[in-house]
């Protein structure tokens, strides 16, 4: 357990409710970079289903990963959360201001791994779970637009380190789980894309993200190839 005295504000406690392999590991990994303190509840997976836990479940309506608590608040989505502690604790780190010449690039990335990636990896898994053949029309699509978001992130990290620019960002906290522990979900060939590789090395050499996984999911190498 960490608690910090903030002026104003008494005993700082916030609470981050991990649910192992799962895009819960953004929050935990920007506490660790923001060095915010926290206290950290980690959930199993049912074995069978591997679903989340009742008591992980019980934690908020959609019973989904990410969800934190702060006194009393209660917050779900990955987004919403990483927005709430920035505007409470980040002092501009990790973002990029208006007046940037990068803002735009920013706010593209930050909402492109939820808002585009995710959702074509969410499709392809989904078919393949029901077991979709291949030649079907809705597989070839699913599939043809999962290469092009990987592509465009390739492309991206042809000509900047991190996908704001030359700095990480949470633009790229959101991002990586897409690229490395979805791959226990729905497992996909990143050799095609050597500057999403080379980016992940990157990712995988910073200590708050070795201190993030290692906390979080213990049992898991972190999927940077």
């Not at 935990?28 to 199993?44: F, G, H, R, S, T």
């Not at 497992?187 to 995988?204: E, W």
Request: hydrophobic share 45%; glycine share 4%; aromatic share 10%.
């Amino acid at each position: 357990v960490n608690a910090l005295a903030y002026p104003n504000r008494g005993i700082f406690m916030l609470t981050v409710h991990h649910l192992g392999k799962s895009q819960s590991e953004r929050i935990v990994w920007l506490c660790e970079e923001l060095a915010i303190p926290y206290e950290l509840k980690v959930y199993e997976r049912d074995p069978v289903t591997r679903l989340a836990p009742p008591e992980y479940k019980a934690l908020h309506p959609l019973g989904t990963a990410p969800i934190i608590a702060d006194g009393d608040i209660v917050l779900a989505e990955s987004t919403a959360i990483v927005e709430y502690l920035l505007a409470k604790f980040g002092n501009g780190r990790l973002t990029a201001a208006p007046a940037d010449a990068n803002f735009a690039d920013y706010l593209y990335w930050f909402h492109f791994a939820n808002g585009s990636l995710q959702p074509a990896l969410m499709r392809c898994m989904v078919l393949a779970r029901a077991e979709v053949a291949a030649d079907k029309p809705v597989v070839q699509f699913a599939d043809a637009r999962r290469k092009q978001a990987l592509s465009l992130i390739d492309t991206r990290l042809g000509t900047n380190d991190y996908l704001a620019g030359d700095a990480l960002t949470v633009a790229d906290i959101i991002a990586v789980f897409s690229l490395t522990t979805m791959r226990l979900f729905y497992p996909f060939d990143l050799s095609p894309y050597p500057n999403i590789l080379a980016y992940l090395q990157r990712i995988g050499a910073r200590d708050a993200y070795r201190r993030a996984m290692k906390k979080g999911d213990p049992d898991m190498a972190p999927m940077l190839a």
